[in-house]
């Protein structure tokens, strides 16, 4: 998943060489799956730290191998694996998000559910079909109902040096997204050069609001000198600060940044696609709560949860996480918010029959460092899943190594590439500063479904991905030997401490 460098997380817990066989690992012989697996955690930079691995089979149950798998660690985005299983399990594959507009009393409302798909093309929708029902005057005001969740926007213990980046998105029942990786609650901002040194560099936001104010204070500079741009959101804020330098003749540049209050932002939104349908509103732009005798005049709803479950996991979109959290509090007890939503989300892995004494959820995502699970529950839910009927959408969402494309192979896209992994592994990634994990499917040689989960935590230096990608091959494979394989460690230009398809949310 993430983080900011310079915060390092020292778990408890040195490096026991043992591995889990019949035999100990010092007395296996050659090519044992024991002895190969401690070899790979051998790594010096694994010296000191937290591991958890296991493997299981898939059809059996068997333990294959074990590393401390029952110790609590940090799972980073591995959490969502959770999330997901809970949210397949109470919301069910079928569910969809609901966004309506409605009107009462010469006021017209827009109610939403928690849709992270809306963008603007959506809202232009919802905008037309209002057109089309004969209405081109709102004589009082636009009303923008985000009552379905509460107004607690992010986790309590997140770090509030995340919260202008897009994988630190604030959530709400009435949001918006930039992109088709559907990065609700944020705004992209493009950078280009003036075609004269001197001048100040262009800037454009997508969506248009006149929520989001722009402090451009960045100059084109010289033809092939560096990129100095810096775009910073303070916190309660919706006012972007732009500084440095873009050189002339430079490619222009995008970033993602947050937007306070994305109810808001939604509603700006739509109500300028009301005017470009020829709808006026003549009142203001405010949040309220829909009449319950209002009239529908349009409604919108999502994609399945079983299609809006691969953006979610391959491209391990937080805000979607946090959705699904307080949406299945709202379905379960009425209430869309973090402490309605986690008890349900344990109480569901309870039920897929994970030990949830070992399991401590203190978001949906796995931002938060709060949270703990081990390897070997993470193993459990991976193959009591399997029994579900929705299983197959699950599976169909995890990313897959060395599979190109964002919705294909996600984050595992440019991992594993040019081995038996590729196109094998199935499994989801996650990533904090001092915390790595990758948890899944693996076909043996033989065949055989493999269950693994690595999670490492407080290890030295840069994620160790690497270490996870030797672990998949060697279950993949059999073999030890990777000079013959592709094998990237994951430097800052890789995605380092963030996950890879979270880079575009905090560079420049």
Do not use: C
Not at 101 to 113: C, I
Not at 309 to 332: C, D
Not at 353 to 360: A, I, R
């Amino acid at each position: 998943m993430i983080k900011s460098a310079g915060i390092a997380l020292l778990l408890g817990g040195g490096m026991a060489l043992g591995g889990a066989t019949a035999l100990p690992a010092h007395a296996a012989p050659p090519g044992d799956l024991a002895a190969d697996l401690d070899a790979i955690l051998r790594d010096e930079r694994l010296q000191g730290a937290a591991i958890g691995v296991t493997v299981r089979d898939a059809r059996t149950g068997e333990t294959l191998y074990d590393r401390d798998a029952d110790a609590p660690r940090t799972p980073a985005s591995n959490n969502k694996l959770q999330t997901a299983a809970a949210a397949f399990g109470i919301l069910g594959p079928g569910y969809r998000f609901r966004t309506t507009v409605s009107v009462k009393g010469g006021d017209l409302y827009l109610t939403g559910t928690g849709d992270t798909t809306m963008r603007a093309a959506e809202y232009d929708r919802l905008a037309a079909a209002v057109a089309a029902k004969g209405i081109t005057r709102v004589r009082g005001d636009l009303v923008a109902d985000d009552t379905w969740f509460d107004a607690r926007r992010t986790p309590a213990d997140w770090d509030p040096t995340d919260l202008q980046y897009a994988y630190a998105a604030q959530t709400s029942a009435l949001t918006v997204s930039p992109n088709d990786d559907f990065d609700a609650g944020s705004v992209e901002i493009s950078l280009a050069p003036a075609a004269r040194q001197g001048r100040p560099v262009r800037v454009g936001l997508t969506p248009d609001t006149d929520v989001v104010k722009i402090d451009n204070r960045a100059v084109t500079g010289a033809p092939g000198s560096a990129s100095t741009l810096v775009v910073d959101r303070g916190n309660g804020t919706n006012t972007i600060v732009i500084t440095g330098s873009h050189p002339a003749g430079a490619a222009p540049t995008s970033v993602l940044r947050t937007v306070e209050e994305p109810t808001l932002f939604a509603a700006d939104v739509f109500r300028k696609a009301l005017k470009a349908h020829g709808v006026r509103v003549a009142g203001a732009t405010e949040r309220g709560r829909t009449p319950a005798d209002a009239r529908t005049v349009a409604t919108r709803t999502s994609m399945p949860l079983a299609r809006l479950a691969v953006p979610f996991l391959k491209l391990s979109n937080n805000v979607m996480a946090e959705t699904l959290v307080k949406a299945i509090g709202r379905e379960t007890q009425r209430k869309g918010t973090w402490e309605a939503g986690l008890p349900a989300v344990t109480a569901e892995l309870r039920r897929l029959g994970v030990d949830t004494s070992q399991v401590t959820m203190t978001d949906g995502s796995g931002l938060s460092r709060g949270n703990r699970t081990t390897a070997a529950q993470l193993g459990t839910l991976l193959r009591n899943v399997r029994k579900r009927p929705w299983f197959p959408a699950w599976h169909a969402a995890l990313p897959i190594a060395g599979e190109p494309g964002p919705m294909t192979g996600g984050t595992l896209a440019n991992r594993m590439r040019g081995t038996a992994a590729a196109g094998n592994v199935r499994a989801k990634t996650g990533t904090l500063t001092g915390v790595t994990a990758l948890s899944g499917y693996v076909r043996d040689p033989a065949g055989r479904t493999l269950i693994f989960s690595s999670v490492f935590n407080g290890y030295s230096g840069g994620a160790p991905k690497d270490i996870e990608d030797k672990i998949a091959i060697r279950l993949a494979t059999g073999d030890t030997d990777t000079s013959r394989t592709t094998l990237h460690n994951m430097d800052r230009t890789d995605g380092g401490d963030l996950e890879p398809t979270w880079l575009n949310g905090r560079l420049p």
